[in-house]
């Protein structure tokens, strides 16, 4: 009882209480591993990890097994510089299955003794099997030390996304029954939807349903955890509910666009997406939707018009948006246009291999060539899309040929006579 106590006063943020609360459930019951592991987890958090370190050793004598508190041990051996200790604790886990997480804390202490060649051998097959944005950040950090700047240039413009790496958590996981307020509910669902875990964010919301709570963000998110976890007609029911209820809320409209969307119901979805941005102008998501429906149906002026909408409100994806104004543009044959829209996309996405792959053979279309070759070169160098990269060549040797063809059968320009 007192180690339910203390996880209630964790995660209603009582954190003091809760470390007092851990140690008093651990001197109770000294076999229990679960107060030694929260306690020293919670430590950590307040950044003490000296202080945490002895905890975390403590709760793996107990269970040498639980694989979170290996990585734990690794993570703040390397925020201490303890590199070689946080070696031997991410083999730990290694060995216990723990391979992408460990690998990566492995990867990171390499990187802190300088030794980045051995940092690449991990990290390389890291990346090809992650494509985590920390690994990629980590393998920029070991190219730049070892003078490789382009391939550093390009690893770093890969993990530009800040996103953690994590891992799965059982025995944290239990603690969010102990939460008291129903904010603080729908933030845990929201974080659960976040990393993907959406049957975990079910098992949150649907209690509190049931319980006869109505707001919206309830219904919204728990629409969308059922969607997500391939249940599409609980999700259609809950949103319907909620939307009965709430009929201005364009969220709803939001959760029924991606639902037809997927469902391949164009018209449908299209008629969502439409009704959300009337109801709320201000937002990016649907307009990106409907960029991408109106432009498999051939829609392009209105498609290129929905891209700057979302632009306009401030998208996360702007490389995605240009290179998508660069199609629209290329399709219409606005040459000049679609080179500006795939250069902005490059110039915040050095790793964008197909944004480069059509900005060459937009400049060829031009008559740049040299350009366009320095474009798909780099495309090369990224060696992602081998297939549409030839193409591009292709396309771009035949241009170029029949710019020389051009040239040899014009005649020779006339020459003043004199004296």
């Known amino acids: 009882m007192r180690g339910r106590l203390g996880?209630?006063?964790?995660?209603?943020?009582?954190?003091?209480?809760?470390?007092?609360?851990?140690?008093?459930?651990?001197?109770?019951?000294?076999?229990?591993?679960?107060?030694?592991?929260?306690?020293?987890?919670?430590?950590?958090?307040?950044?003490?990890?000296?202080?945490?370190?002895?905890?975390?050793?403590?709760?793996?004598?107990?269970?040498?097994?639980?694989?979170?508190?290996?990585?734990?041990?690794?993570?703040?051996?390397?925020?201490?510089?303890?590199?070689?200790?946080?070696?031997?604790?991410?083999?730990?886990?290694?060995?216990?299955?723990?391979?992408?997480?460990?690998?990566?804390?492995?990867?990171?202490?390499?990187v802190g003794e300088g030794r980045y060649e051995e940092a690449l051998a991990v990290l390389l097959p890291l990346v090809e099997e992650t494509k985590h944005p920390q690994?990629?950040?980590?393998?920029?950090?070991?190219?730049?030390?070892?003078?490789?700047?382009?391939?550093?240039?390009?690893?770093?413009?890969?993990?530009?996304?800040?996103?953690?790496?994590?891992?799965?958590?059982?025995?944290?996981?239990?603690?969010w029954r102990f939460e008291a307020s129903l904010g603080r509910l729908l933030m845990h669902a929201e974080r659960l939807l976040e990393a993907g875990r959406f049957e975990e964010a079910v098992e949150v919301l649907e209690p509190i349903r049931e319980r006869g709570v109505q707001e919206n963000a309830l219904y919204i998110n728990l629409a969308l955890a059922y969607a997500r976890s391939g249940r599409r007609e609980t999700a259609i029911e809950v949103a319907e509910e909620g939307m009965a209820r709430s009929p201005d809320s364009y969220r709803y409209d939001n959760v029924f666009a991606g639902i037809y969307q997927n469902d391949g119901d164009d018209e449908r979805a299209m008629h969502h997406l439409r009704r959300s941005v009337e109801l709320q102008?201000?937002?990016v998501w649907p307009y990106e939707r409907m960029a991408r429906l109106l432009m498999d149906q051939g829609a392009y002026v209105e498609a290129l018009a929905a891209v700057d909408d979302a632009l306009r409100y401030g998208s996360e994806n702007h490389e995605q948006l240009y290179y998508t104004a660069g199609l629209l543009e290329g399709v219409q044959k606005r040459w000049p246009e679609a080179v500006a829209r795939f250069e902005q996309a490059t110039a915040l996405d050095a790793s964008y291999t197909m944004a480069y792959v059509h900005l060459g053979s937009c400049l060829a279309e031009m008559g740049r060539f040299a350009e366009a070759r320095q474009a798909l070169a780099w495309a090369a160098r990224l060696d992602t899309h081998p297939a549409e990269l030839a193409d591009a060549e292709n396309h771009l040797a035949k241009l170029e040929a029949d710019a020389r063809a051009v040239d040899v059968a014009s005649p020779p320009p006339e020459r003043s006579s004199s004296g």
């Open 135 to 175: 690994a990629y950040r980590l393998l920029g950090r070991a190219y730049q030390a070892l003078g490789r700047t382009d391939d550093a240039r390009i690893a770093t413009a890969r993990g530009r996304n800040p996103a953690p790496m994590t891992w799965r958590d059982p025995l944290q996981h239990q603690k």
């Open 281 to 283: 102008p201000a937002q």
């Open 7 to 110: 996880m209630a006063y964790e995660v209603n943020d009582f954190h003091a209480e809760a470390t007092a609360t851990y140690a008093q459930a651990g001197q109770l019951d000294p076999q229990d591993f679960r107060w030694r592991y929260f306690r020293a987890v919670l430590v950590a958090e307040s950044g003490d990890f000296e202080r945490a370190l002895p905890l975390i050793e403590e709760a793996l004598e107990l269970d040498p097994e639980y694989v979170p508190a290996w990585l734990y041990r690794g993570v703040w051996l390397n925020a201490l510089g303890r590199y070689a200790e946080a070696r031997s604790a991410f083999a730990e886990a290694r060995a216990l299955g723990a391979t992408e997480n460990a690998d990566a804390g492995t990867a990171r202490a390499l």
